[in-house]
């Protein structure tokens, strides 16, 4: 009898135990790639118990019949084949390209793991006793096993490195490999060592950790699966060719409810949203955004039944601090793949679904005049880009009457799109939401800057009466801490004093600490500010005191409705309002001055500035010189 040695197989039998706890224990996303890791763990549990119940007959070879001992080392090499087979396979339901999956590639790389078994199965094995205390098992069985593996394992490695997945969890992978690899070569040389078990069991681990460790795919707040987890199934679910429902939930006063409540009764509301959802739903329910869920359906019928109740869930009201209170929310219906053909467009589609619903509708099933919208504005975005990246933008410039010196001394820079090409003539109230959205108002303000300041420094336009010129700053860049370094620095390469710029700010931006170092910092240089859309969205009176402008810019929103003549009270309200204003010491301009009687009242009622198409309509540099010279050299 031998020396019955199994703490390799101890070894491996605990790391194979601690991942089937972990992995049993766990949410699965329901995916190809989570379904083969399962095979690759029950074929790693049968080849431990092979391994066991070899070490056990070939130690105990003269009670064990050598017929049965040579049936168990057979099935352990079957096994160790099966291992790495499946792992094969496992590795290719990671790839996230599974569209161009070869089959007949496939089919080719079965042959090493049928050689294998064939080789176990019926070539010759044998036992070689070491100094009558170890034992092992020999033959051309033995040699075909590892020479088949191994080329099982090549074609895991260069599948690896092709699949389409992260870099970091490609090194894990080729990681793990590489130590399977390096205990056969050691297994093969020192046969007595018995080490196969416990290297596929390193191997199981490390892509375990890669791939399947459930922290990656869980939403902690919620217990749902995360956005991670949604992309992955969605992506095996887009090359299934079978038409499916995304639906979408989206809390759209989550902000509010933060503000108003505090982030634990935000929890709360996800969590309470979350665990109706799953009551909907024999599916699983994913956290999509911080404020949104999402979830599949295989069926119409499905999808109608628990967007009614969906529908008369959002009507209700969620209890907040004891209280009932109405939380503003819908869903998005995304017939997949009628108006979204990748992971890509389906996220975005879903994005501006949410952002463009109809105000009050709890459920919204996208149709072709929401995915010709979202077409548009997608275009509109590339067209954005092309334009910041190519100087697509030009500047006009809309002449500013003074009325103390009778004539233009300023004008308001406005951006235009120069060629829109087949696009059509896009207009800047348009093409600017959609550029602050997408990110590109900072590069847009940029380059109105250094063409304003160009267009300064090359015609002398101080000679022409005009004293300075308006630019308006986005809501992005008034916050941003390097504007003021930005502005100074386009002044001085283009050797243009700091008082021909004056810097306008949208009433709507919020007040905050970065805003005000700004504006200070830019009226320390010499630069001017106003504030624009006056009266457009609401009271603006905690601006004005706080932060210093120069110009008061009156909305047309404001100004029309109060020079109705049957509307007495506006006009007594803008009459006062002017008078407040000019009463601190700031100027007033009134926007969207259209015809004679509209300036004759908006001087009566005390404003310094007019602005609007019975002047000018916003002009090119070229025509903005021929008007001033026109105007301010013979008067108006």
């Known amino acids: 009898m031998f020396e019955l040695n199994i703490r390799f197989q101890l070894a491996a039998l605990i790391f194979v135990a601690v991942i089937l706890f972990d ?173 196969t078990g416990l290297g596929i069991s390193v191997m199981l681990l490390l892509v375990y950790l890669a791939f399947e460790n459930p922290g990656e795919y869980t939403d902690h707040q919620t217990g749902c699966y995360n956005r991670f987890a949604f992309d992955s199934v969605l992506n095996e679910k887009m090359h299934s060719e079978k038409p499916f429902d995304i639906i979408s939930v989206v809390i759209d006063e989550l902000d509010a409810v933060i503000t108003r409540f505090g982030y634990a009764e935000s929890h709360r509301l996800m969590k309470e949203m979350a665990d109706f959802l799953t009551s909907l739903s024999s599916k699983n329910v994913y956290v999509y955004r911080d404020d949104c869920f999402a979830f599949f359906s ?5 999808t109608e039944t628990v967007c009614c109740a969906i529908r008369k869930r959002l009507g209700g009201t969620w209890v907040l601090q004891g209280m009932p209170v109405a939380v503003s929310a819908h869903a998005d219906v995304l017939r997949f793949p009628d108006f979204a053909h990748n992971c890509a467009e389906v996220n975005d589609i879903l994005k501006y679904a949410g952002e463009h619903v109809e105000s009050g509708k709890l459920v919204n099933v996208i149709d072709k005049k929401c995915a010709d919208g979202f077409k548009h504005e997608t275009e509109l975005v590339a067209l954005l880009k092309n334009a910041v990246e190519n100087d697509g933008f030009d500047v006009y410039y809309q002449p500013i009457y003074n009325l103390e010196e009778e004539k233009f001394t300023a004008a308001e820079a406005l951006v235009r799109l120069n060629d829109t090409g087949s696009f059509g003539q896009v207009s800047p109230d348009e093409f600017i939401p959609v550029a602050e959205k997408n990110g590109l108002m900072t590069d847009i303000d940029s380059i109105v800057l250094k063409k304003v300041c160009r267009f300064i420094s090359g ?43 004056n810097f306008e700010m949208p009433e709507t931006v919020e007040s905050s600490e970065h805003t005000t170092v700004n504006i200070h910092r830019i009226r320390s240089g010499g630069s001017g500010f106003s504030l624009e859309d006056f009266g457009k969205v609401g009271s603006g009176l905690s601006k004005i005191s706080d932060s210093g402008f120069d110009v008061i810019k009156l909305d047309k929103s404001l100004v029309q409705p109060s020079l109705d003549r ?41 404003v310094n500035y007019l602005q609007g198409y019975y002047y000018s309509r916003p002009l090119s540099e070229g025509k903005f010189l021929e008007f001033i010279k026109q105007h301010n050299m013979k008067g108006t």
Request: with cysteine; proline share 3%; aromatic share 8%.
């Open 298 to 302: 295989d069926n119409e019928g499905t």
């Open 459 to 501: 015609n002398r336009i101080n000679e022409l009466g005009i004293k300075y010129v308006e630019i308006n700053l986005s809501g992005v860049q008034i916050v941003n801490s390097n504007l003021p370094d930005d502005i100074l620095s386009a002044l001085s390469e283009h050797n243009v004093p700091a008082h021909f710029l």
């Open 23 to 195: 992995f049993l224990r766990s949410k699965k996303i329901p995916t190809v790639a989570n379904k083969k890791f399962r095979v690759v763990i029950i074929c790693t549990v049968i080849n431990l118990f092979c391994d066991i119940t070899t070490v056990y007959t070939i130690t105990h070879m003269d009670t064990v019949p050598d017929t049965v001992n040579k049936i168990a080392h057979r099935a352990l090499y079957i096994s160790i084949a099966a291992v790495v087979q499946s792992f094969y396979k496992y590795i290719c339901a990671l790839d996230s390209d599974k569209g161009t999956e070869n089959k007949i590639v496939s089919a080719l790389c079965n042959l090493p793991f049928a050689a294998a078994v064939a080789s176990a199965l019926f070539l010759k094995i044998y036992f070689v006793c070491d100094n009558e205390k170890y034992a092992y098992s020999q033959g051309a069985a033995v040699v075909a096993m590892f020479f088949f593996v191994g080329i099982l394992l090549l074609i895991i490695i260069s599948t690896t490195v092709r699949i389409r997945i992260p870099a970091e969890n490609k090194i894990m992978i080729l990681c793990g490999v590489g130590i399977w690899i390096t205990v056969c070569i050691i297994q093969y040389f020192v046969p007595n060592l018995l080490l």
């Open 566 to 606: 049957s509307n007495k009270k506006a006009g007594i309200i803008l009459e006062s309002l002017i008078g407040m204003i000019r009463q601190l010491g700031i100027g007033v301009a009134a926007e969207g001055v259209e015809n004679e009687e509209m300036a004759n009242e908006l001087i009566a009622d005390g």
